[in-house]
């Protein structure tokens, strides 16, 4: 089992950059599949990225591509989000995910095993 703690969200403003951390307990962190996942208000949680347990490989959602890049530190049992060139319709909570079965590219959040918390990203316009 793994515990999952997020952070780094807050207010920016459009065109501005955050990055989310994601805490994993545990020494089992390398045999996770990890990915991000967000939600805005009134909709669904959508998948926004994922890695593979190594880290050498990533997928994207279409609406994260060439702004958003995920990366993990297996020595720190750590996952990050770094956002750029942010816009108001990324404002969701956002949540990282762990997956065993190694799925990182699966856009299913009930296939996810894990999640942490949340943590809001508001951008403003």
């Known amino acids: 089992q793994v515990q999952l703690v997020e952070s780094g969200g807050g207010l920016v403003q459009t065109g501005g950059s955050l990055r989310l951390s994601c805490a994993a307990s545990?020494?089992?962190?390398?045999?996770?599949?990890m990915g991000w996942f967000r939600q805005a208000p009134g909709r669904e949680r959508e998948f926004v990225a994922g890695?593979?347990?190594?880290?050498?490989?990533?997928y994207y959602a279409d609406s994260a591509k060439g702004r958003l890049t995920i990366s993990r530190d297996n020595a720190k049992n750590t996952v990050f989000l770094q956002m750029n060139s942010l816009k108001p319709e990324d404002t969701a909570v956002y949540y990282c995910?762990?997956?065993?079965?190694?799925?990182?590219?699966?856009?299913?959040?009930?296939?996810?095993?894990?999640w942490g918390q949340g943590t809001q990203v508001t951008v403003s316009s």
């Open positions: 995910a762990a997956k065993s079965d190694g799925g990182f590219y699966n856009h299913n959040s009930a296939s996810w095993d894990y």
């Open positions: 545990g020494r089992t962190f390398s045999t996770y599949a």
């Open positions: 890695i593979s347990r190594s880290g050498g490989t990533t």
